[in-house]
């Protein structure tokens, strides 16, 4: 009778989790102009939170059960990738309906074959991937990538400023301009700065923000619009 009782809750909560399975896959199949996160780990779990938190539409595509059974209960849309059936993933995930495909496996390799196939099963969508290896940062465009972020030199990099900077708050890669950083500083009452306008400030730094009262101010190109004692400057 024990064993029977174990079984059947067993069953229940296979049935259960296969149920939801199924759920997902016809809510992923509705999906129009969402992104695409291949890989959970470090990297792909925080490129989920955000777009969780931009309320923006993803699938995440993991090759862990264990994460995928996780996902399913948080309720978040996941899709279990084979590991030599990539174009099956893409496909259940949606990739002729999706805006972006973002990769980031830990293992360039996979991350290669993501990118060749998203790219034959969509010629137009948008590929965002991360290599490990820097060297592979022109295989990775050759395979089909529009933007490719070398990740150990980025991180790197912010590491290494903020090991003599105690102002660094990010980092901006970008193919164009290479790899940047932001900083802050504020603004004491003794400041030349306050009572500025920002094109006067614009020539000392290039600034992306100023924050006043923990907030980022909005009007910081109007022409009225002057420094304060106080301000925090990026």
């Given at each position: 009778a024990g064993a029977s009782i174990v079984q059947s809750t067993v069953g229940a909560v296979v049935k259960g989790q296969l149920a939801k399975g199924e759920a997902e896959k016809r809510i992923i199949s509705k999906l129009k102009e969402h992104v695409i996160v291949f890989g959970y780990a470090h990297l792909g779990r925080y490129v989920a939170e955000k777009l969780q938190e931009m309320n923006i539409d993803y699938v995440v595509v993991t090759r862990d059960p264990r994460s995928h059974e996780d996902l399913l209960r948080r309720n978040i849309m996941t899709v279990l990738e084979l590991e030599t059936r990539p174009i099956d993933a893409l496909k259940e995930a949606g990739i002729n309906r999706a805006a972006m495909v973002v990769v980031s496996h830990e293992k360039d390799t996979d991350n290669m074959l993501i990118i060749l196939s998203a790219r034959k099963l969509r010629p137009d969508v948008r590929i965002v991937s991360v290599v490990h290896d820097p060297n592979l940062i022109e295989t990775a465009k050759d395979a089909g990538a529009d933007v490719v972020i070398p990740s150990s030199v980025t991180l790197g990099h912010l590491l290494a400023i903020s090991a003599v900077t105690k102002d660094l708050v990010g980092v901006v890669?970008?193919?164009?301009?290479?790899?940047?950083?932001?900083?802050?500083?504020?603004?004491?009452?003794?400041?030349?700065?306050?009572?500025?306008?920002?094109?006067?400030?614009?020539?000392?730094?290039?600034?992306?923000?100023?924050?006043?009262?923990?907030a980022v101010a909005q009007d910081i190109f109007d022409a009225a619009f002057r420094i304060k004692e106080g301000d925090t400057i990026l």
């Amino acid at each position: 009778a024990g064993a029977s009782i174990v079984q059947s809750t067993v069953g229940a909560v296979v049935k259960g989790q296969l149920a939801k399975g199924e759920a997902e896959k016809r809510i992923i199949s509705k999906l129009k102009e969402h992104v695409i996160v291949f890989g959970y780990a470090h990297l792909g779990r925080y490129v989920a939170e955000k777009l969780q938190e931009m309320n923006i539409d993803y699938v995440v595509v993991t090759r862990d059960p264990r994460s995928h059974e996780d996902l399913l209960r948080r309720n978040i849309m996941t899709v279990l990738e084979l590991e030599t059936r990539p174009i099956d993933a893409l496909k259940e995930a949606g990739i002729n309906r999706a805006a972006m495909v973002v990769v980031s496996h830990e293992k360039d390799t996979d991350n290669m074959l993501i990118i060749l196939s998203a790219r034959k099963l969509r010629p137009d969508v948008r590929i965002v991937s991360v290599v490990h290896d820097p060297n592979l940062i022109e295989t990775a465009k050759d395979a089909g990538a529009d933007v490719v972020i070398p990740s150990s030199v980025t991180l790197g990099h912010l590491l290494a400023i903020s090991a003599v900077t105690k102002d660094l708050v990010g980092v901006v890669f970008s193919e164009k301009i290479g790899t940047k950083e932001i900083a802050q500083f504020s603004l004491f009452k003794t400041s030349p700065l306050i009572g500025k306008e920002m094109q006067d400030v614009a020539k000392l730094a290039l600034v992306i923000g100023v924050v006043r009262a923990d907030a980022v101010a909005q009007d910081i190109f109007d022409a009225a619009f002057r420094i304060k004692e106080g301000d925090t400057i990026l």
